[in-house]
């Protein structure tokens, strides 16, 4: 059995309305969930197919960090489908600069972390100290490289450009591998 610990606020997101999303992940990840709404302390013990339980862990820490249900639920979409998890707090001076870190990368009215997820294709969340992506290998590290880029003061505008010629590059290497 695996352990796992969700925030007290993203506990009711876990179980979901009459215990639906809980279901959700046991049915589709072959795993019971043993939740703790004390402590957030979440069990997970495999009971099928131990591969689809493999996504169990990272479905459970993605929707305790934010996602909602459905996005964290596209991790057993595919094999190559991963989450990743960036902790501002390593990368930042105090509780100010995390602050000002985590406003530069969600942007105005959320203009940034909206164009990191509409560019790179990856599904992008601010919670907490942590950026949290889900995202294909290609689109989670074109992420990392955007947030990566803001966290060391470039210009939002120069992250954009990033973001805009990787796009476009997926898109022909996408388009590409449609045609063979």
Known sequence: MQHVTVPQDRI???IGSGG??????EDRADVRLDIDSEDGSVGI???GDPLAAMDAPDIV???GRGF?????????????????????SEQTRNR???????GRIIGEDGRTRELMEQLSGADVVVYGSTVGIIG?????DVVRRAVGMILDGAPHGSVYSFL???HNQMKQGWDVRKQT
Do not use: C, W, Y
């Open 68 to 88: 909602k249900p459905e996005a964290a639920l596209s991790l057993l979409e595919s094999d190559m489908r991963r989450f990743d998890l960036i902790d501002l």
């Open 96 to 102: 100010n600069d995390l602050q000002r870190q985590k």
């Open 20 to 25: 639906e999303t809980m279901r959700e992940i």
């Open 45 to 47: 013990e495999t009971v």
């Open 164 to 166: 805009e010629r990787k």
């Open 12 to 14: 009711g997101v876990l």
């Open 136 to 140: 294909e290998p290609e689109e989670v």
């Open 61 to 63: 820490k993605a929707i």
